[in-house]
């Protein structure tokens, strides 16, 4: 069988090598513990999940941490729903943010033709309390 290379074909495989090379450009890394003495409650749903930039005031049961390791420049919208998710596994109503923070970390290489190259390696890390509303 003899596939002949069209324009279209081309276009198509082009469009495909774009959306692995971009797809590929941001990783997300979860983390849950429970709390030690947290209740265990039944996954909740995700999408009823709140997410909160500041700890509300309302009394509640705090369940766990998450924690969210980020390369990349992921949507805002992956990073809720990642945060969502793994809050609906604990049994959260919401989940508060604690922490969002980029870490730069300095990195050396060397090569036969070129002694020492100095580059940035950025990660963020957001953490996240989940709860459950009393």
């Not at 990642?82 to 969002?100: C, N, P, Y």
């Not at 970390?105 to 989940?130: I, T």
Request: proline share 5%; charged share 20%; with cysteine.
């Amino acid at each position: 069988m003899k596939v002949a290379l069209t324009k279209r074909n081309a276009i198509g495989a082009g469009l495909l090598v774009a959306a692995v090379a971009l797809y590929g450009c941001a990783s997300i890394s979860e983390r849950t513990h429970a709390y030690l003495g947290s209740p265990q409650l039944s996954t909740s749903n995700p999408e009823a999940v709140c997410i909160f930039a500041a700890e509300p005031k309302q009394p509640k049961e705090r369940l766990g941490e998450i924690s969210l390791a980020i390369e990349g420049n992921p949507s805002r919208q992956k990073l809720e729903h990642r945060l969502q998710v793994a809050a609906a596994r604990l049994g959260a109503d919401g989940v508060f943010i604690v922490s969002d923070r980029t870490h730069i970390y300095p990195l050396m290489y060397w090569d036969c033709w070129d002694p020492a190259v100095v580059s940035e390696d950025s990660r963020r890390v957001v953490v996240g309390v989940a709860f459950k509303f009393k």
